[in-house]
């Protein structure tokens, strides 16, 4: 058993000698392969580095060839500006040089033909003095042989001069009273109509409310409505204001553009017709009565054209369409308190009054006339002057030159090229100056309301504004998804000081913001 034990113990530890040794000799021969690997690896890697190098020397050197050829070919074209530098400059110095002798010589010429007139100064000198001691000798011979003495020569030859001139004043005259009874007639006409287009008096008033008779008291609370909603929707769809006092059955419409008064004439008379006045008819109402008033614009045009063109020798007028329609607008338009329509045909019957006197062809000047404002009808929509805008209108409708200078000439801005268009001016003079005809108090009263509606337009987000109670108050209608509650505030105070920037002295002016929110569904 022991000797088993010992085998065992002896097996074990020859196993683990040879174990050792074999493990020995494994990483003996192992650290010598690598040895040589990495001998193999340094070799191989200074032979790349020694290539590198080799590559980069060659790289460099060629490099500092092209710079040495750069810096070169740079240096020469350097030194080649530089030359050419120096050839311009002694180009200059010698055209300084030339200029300097051209100079010199001109001065030496100067000086030379100064010298030649003081020279011929004293010879001028001496022949004068030579001359009139010759003339007064032929003067004492000429009177010795002639027998008259220098007075009695000039009073004769005086006398001569007069008979020939005479002649020649004679011939002239009668040459101009050839020419004049040549062109009499057009000298005639020309002095008429300078003339009466010196004829000017200005005078007028103008009234800016309508009344409507009410058939009852009672119908005044209707207007006014539940805490005044019905009043306050028809002065923001209309744009005027509704006047309710103590006068018995009457309600007064008050505003400046006269469209809005036509308007809500025809809307309130709708609404006290039919007895039912709430906003929602109200809104029906006032959009009924603008759709007739627009129907109504091209009768007034078609009827001012037939009553002008029934006046003219050859018969009714054949105008554009076009042109009918903005006669038709020229009903609801005023110039200073005149009705610009009225205006119109006053100017035409004037024109074929004046056309026919002298000779003229009346049925031309009758249309000039006619047409003569029609660009009033659009000088909120155009640039320009009405006279100018009328001729352009007239050109782009089909009428001729001879009617269009005579409306762009009505306010002197272009030349008329017929006397029929040089009678524009005066007839327009006559008619303003009609006795109630115009005033300026009004038309300045109808620019400042209509200025200030234009100012609160001025501000996003404002749907309508409307200057009420003779500009002391301008109602301003902004849509609720642009404008909230506290930017409402804040326009009314930038329109104040707006307003109160361009019409300083012009009192209190209150600036009413007014946002609605409405919502609107349908139950089916």
């Known amino acids: 058993m022991e000797e088993d034990l010992l085998f065992l113990a002896f097996t074990f530890l020859f196993g683990a000698l040879f174990s050792a040794c074999s493990l020995l000799i494994y990483q003996k021969v192992k650290l010598g392969g690598f040895k040589?690997?990495?001998?193999?690896?340094?070799?191989?890697?200074?032979?790349?580095?020694?290539?590198?190098?080799?590559?980069?020397?060659?790289?460099?050197?060629?490099?500092?060839?092209?710079?040495?050829?750069?810096?070169?070919?740079?240096?020469?074209?350097?030194?080649?500006?530089?030359?050419?530098?120096?050839?311009?400059?002694?180009?200059?110095?010698?055209?300084?040089?030339?200029?300097?002798?051209?100079?010199?010589?001109?001065?030496?010429?100067?000086?030379?033909?100064?010298?030649?007139?003081?020279?011929?100064?004293?010879?001028?000198?001496?022949?004068?003095?030579?001359?009139?001691?010759?003339?007064?000798?032929?003067?004492?011979?000429?009177?010795?042989s002639a027998h008259l003495s220098l007075v009695d020569a000039q009073a004769q030859l005086l006398e001569e001069a007069k008979a020939s001139i005479h002649t020649d004043l004679e011939k002239a005259l009668m040459e101009a009273q050839q020419t004049l009874k040549a062109s009499e007639d057009a000298l005639a006409k020309k002095t008429i109509v300078t003339a009466i287009g010196r004829m000017a008096r200005p005078l007028a008033s103008e009234c800016t409310v309508n009344t409507i008779a009410l058939p009852s008291d009672e119908m005044k609370g209707r207007i006014i409505g539940k805490e005044g909603r019905n009043i306050r929707a028809l002065e923001r769809e209309l744009g005027v204001t509704i006047l309710l006092d103590e006068t018995p059955k009457a309600l007064v419409i008050s505003g400046f553009d006269p469209y809005r008064m036509h308007v809500a004439k025809e809307a309130i008379k709708e609404l006290i017709r039919d007895g039912r006045i709430h906003p929602t008819k109200i809104e029906e109402a006032a959009k009924a009565a603008r759709d007739k008033t627009d129907a109504n614009i091209k009768?007034?045009?078609?009827?001012?054209?037939?009553?002008?063109?029934?006046?003219?020798?050859?018969?009714?007028?054949?105008?554009?369409?076009?042109?009918?329609?903005?006669?038709?607008?020229?009903?609801?338009?005023?110039?200073?308190?005149?009705?610009?329509?009225?205006?119109?045909?006053?100017?035409?019957?004037?024109?074929?009054?004046?056309?026919?006197?002298?000779?003229?062809?009346?049925?031309?000047?009758?249309?000039?006339?006619?047409?003569?404002?029609?660009?009033?009808?659009?000088?909120?929509?155009?640039?320009?002057?009405?006279?100018?805008?009328?001729?352009?209108?007239?050109?782009?409708?089909?009428?001729?030159?001879?009617?269009?200078?005579?409306?762009?000439?009505?306010?002197?801005?272009?030349?008329?090229?017929?006397?029929?268009?040089?009678?524009?001016?005066?007839?327009?003079?006559?008619?303003?100056?009609?006795p109630g005809a115009r005033t300026e108090a009004a038309h300045d009263y109808v620019k400042r309301l209509g200025r200030l509606e234009e100012i609160a337009k001025t501000f996003a987000g404002v749907e309508k504004a409307y200057a009420l109670q003779a500009g002391r108050e301008i109602h301003v209608f902004v849509e609720p998804d642009k404008v909230s509650d506290e930017g409402a505030i804040a326009l009314s105070r930038e329109i104040s000081k707006k307003v109160s920037a361009e019409y300083p002295l012009q009192g209190k002016v209150k600036v009413s913001v007014i946002r609605e929110q409405r919502v609107i569904d349908y139950a089916l």
């Not at 050839?87 to 100067?110: F, G, L, M, V, W």
């Not at 011929?120 to 000798?137: I, M, P």
């Not at 009808?377 to 640039?383: N, R, W």
């Not at 007239?394 to 029929?420: F, K, N, R």
């Open 299 to 434: 009768t007034w045009g078609q009827e001012a054209a037939a009553e002008a063109g029934a006046w003219a020798e050859a018969g009714a007028f054949n105008l554009h369409p076009e042109l009918t329609h903005l006669l038709g607008r020229l009903k609801l338009r005023y110039s200073m308190g005149q009705n610009v329509l009225d205006h119109s045909l006053e100017v035409s019957h004037l024109m074929g009054l004046m056309a026919s006197e002298l000779g003229l062809d009346v049925k031309l000047a009758k249309r000039i006339g006619l047409l003569h404002d029609m660009g009033k009808a659009v000088t909120h929509e155009m640039d320009g002057s009405h006279a100018m805008i009328g001729y352009r209108l007239a050109l782009q409708y089909g009428e001729g030159e001879d009617v269009a200078s005579g409306i762009g000439a009505h306010h002197q801005e272009m030349e008329p090229i017929t006397w029929e268009g040089a009678l524009t001016a005066a007839a327009d003079t006559l008619s303003a100056a009609r």
């Open 36 to 144: 040589e690997i990495g001998d193999s690896i340094i070799k191989a890697a200074e032979e790349r580095a020694q290539k590198r190098f080799d590559e980069n020397e060659e790289r460099i050197k060629s490099r500092l060839d092209e710079e040495r050829t750069k810096l070169e070919d740079r240096l020469h074209k350097e030194l080649k500006k530089i030359k050419e530098r120096e050839d311009q400059i002694a180009h200059r110095e010698e055209k300084i040089a030339s200029r300097s002798q051209q100079i010199e010589k001109k001065s030496q010429e100067t000086e030379r033909k100064e010298a030649a007139l003081k020279d011929l100064e004293l010879t001028l000198h001496q022949l004068k003095a030579d001359l009139q001691h010759k003339e007064k000798k032929l003067l004492e011979q000429l009177e010795k």
